[in-house]
T-cell receptor, first 110, second 117 residues
Framework: DAKTTQPPSMDCAEGRAANLPCNHSTISGNEYVYWYRQIHSQGPQYIIHGLKNNETNEMASLIITEDRKSSTLILPHATLRDTAVYYCIVRVSGYSTLTFGKGTMLLVSP | DTEVTQTPKHLVMGMTNKKSLKCEQHMGHRAMYWYKQKAKKPPELMFVYSYEKLSINESVPSRFSPECPNSSLLNLHLHALQPEDSALYLC????????????????FGPGTRLTVL
């Protein structure tokens, strides 16, 4: 699976959009971008994934650049409960394992 | 319903004890996973079961023994653990391992926090 690079930490004010970047310059054509988050002492939670088109669900939006070398997870109106470690994972769906990197610690403040 | 349950929530055991961790899902998923997460580190995959058969063993020591008695249940049997095995043990499940879509999106349980004395 391709490697990903994320900033170790980010801050966001409550109610504002949180934009979490991820670089995956070695991504190959059949690799998906997945985002999970882990709130302190809980299990990771699936957020969203995509291949090349932008995706949106009730939790977030995923913007993937045209060359697919980077992506951004957008939480449109961050709340205190969005404080968590956010993991960007690039993988081939199927038998490839889910390999977590260090992630980004997002701190949402009042 | 995307719930994966794990019991117990906390477990303290001695190095000579035998204990088991239990994971259950009722989503009809046919793939189940065990992960280990040390403090301030990301989760690391241990085992993958697909259709009740062991598919992946990430070179885990034999003192950890997984078991999948049916499609809804996954156990992790523990014996002769070391203090360094203290960690959060996470279970996850996915529909199966079919590429693309939501087929292999993994849903995690809350974990069992294990302390080995």
């Amino acid at each position: 699976d391709a490697k990903t690079t994320q900033p170790p930490s980010m801050d966001c004010a409550e109610g504002r959009a949180a934009n979490l970047p991820c670089n995956h310059s070695t991504i190959s054509g059949n690799e998906y971008v997945y985002w999970y988050r882990q709130i302190h002492s809980q299990g990771p939670q699936y957020i969203i994934h995509g291949l090349k088109n932008n995706e949106t669900n009730e939790m977030a939006s995923l913007i993937i650049t045209e060359d697919r070398k980077s992506s951004t997870l957008i939480l449109p109106h961050a709340t205190l409960r969005d404080t968590a470690v956010y993991y960007c994972i690039v993988r081939v769906s199927g038998y490839s394992t889910l390999t977590f990197g260090k992630g980004t610690m997002l701190l949402v403040s009042p | 319903d995307t719930e994966v349950t794990q019991t117990p929530k906390h477990l303290v055991m001695g190095m000579t004890n035998k204990k088991s961790l239990k994971c259950e899902q009722h989503m009809g998923h046919r793939a189940m996973y065990w992960y280990k997460q040390k403090a301030k580190k990301p989760p690391e995959l241990m085992f993958v079961y697909s259709y009740e058969k062991l598919s992946i063993n990430e070179s885990v020591p034999s003192r950890f023994s997984p078991e999948c008695p049916n499609s809804s249940l996954l156990n992790l049997h523990l014996h002769a653990l070391q203090p360094e095995d203290s960690a959060l043990y996470l279970c996850a499940s996915s529909q199966d391992l079919t590429p693309g879509g939501l087929g292999d999106t993994q849903y995690f349980g809350p974990g069992t926090r294990l302390t080995v004395l």
